[in-house]
């Protein structure tokens, strides 16, 4: 079996005295399409750029693709990374951007660029581009490397709504293309719910949640009925949030078989309630270690 | 070629809405034995979701027996759910209409042809059941 694109272990990076991210340990499984979610400074960038090897680990370990990424940063060329905002030179011309690209990457395929990027002029200076046919050629120049793993962070966060559906499609076409795996980082759970299969949570620098979206979601249920005092629920393994409104109860819950009490409503849940629901800062501070749940991806 | 939409709102999971749009293409005989699906990469550029759940529906289908994969070529329809007498419907429906025309020159209205049809069925299945 191939290693594993992105295989994190205890890792940790602290920034003066903050930790951007602590005791990290979560494995994305090979072909995969990861949302890597969680509120502002949760970690997401900094985890990203580890992998990326921008930044040196304080503790633990990051390997990618199998190889350490600032001691073989050879493994660099096959990961496509996208920081936030897609910086690109904006006095070249799209064509001299792909050139630039061209020579200063080994593993480099002209087809799958073109294949990808049609509408926008190789003439037009990158400075004049809009802000999705820049985050297009961005992510075009990334899938060019032929990578097996690519990195975004927070891609849509400029993009309206066509344009990040426009992005969308781009990025599932290179995926369709090249076969890679695909992190997504996104504080908008919205933007990669319709794509991603793999979901990892991070809260106050540490993996809250992690697991296969299908799994996650047949997992657990939202129950509700009269308010009362709670005890054990019958199917349910733990109360991941609790709300009340005048007489009425809702729980989410991980859930471990049927629940047959009539005097809940048993409904399914979203990927959006489900991870605001582990984001909640009632529910903080937890006990640690992260919820590892039952039933793993397994590619 | 057959061509999917999503309905996000569904709840329905979206490799399933993929698998449901082609059975019931095949139920209405739209696509036939033969006939192609859409490319994985077409899908995926149309549509913006995961490769992975394009492959899954595709999958579905072939333990299904409806499809068969070629690599390299695609995914192909290999059996219908369309029922055997679709292929008469056209025959029929001539018939049909040519009946109504001769019902329409005879003078009967629409709420009479209707009274008309819907009389007869009810006698003619009461007799077969008898």
Redesign the interface.
Known sequence: MSPAPLDARDLGKRFRREWGLRDCTLTIPQGAIVGLAGPNAAGKSTLLALAAGLLAPTEGSISVLGRDPLREPSVLAEVGYVAQGAPLYRSFTVGETIEFARRTNSRWDDEIVGDLLTRVASQTKVGSLSAGDRARLALALAFGKQPQLVLLDEPFARLDPLAGREFLQLLMDGVAETSATVVIASHVIADIERVCDHIVLLTGGGVRLEGNVETLLESHRILMGPRRPLGSIHGVQRVVRERHSGRQLTLLVLSDGPIADPSWTVDQVGLEELLLAYMAPERLPTPSPPERLPLRWHG | MIEFHLD?RS?V?TYLQIVQQVKEALRLGTIDVGDQLPT??EV???L??????VAKAYRDLEHEGLVVAYQGRGTFVSSTLAPASLRHHEELRAALERWLQTAASAGLDEESIRALISATLRETLARQVA
């Open positions: 996000p709840g999971a994985v990469r995926v550029a149309d913006a979701i995961n490769p992975n759940t």
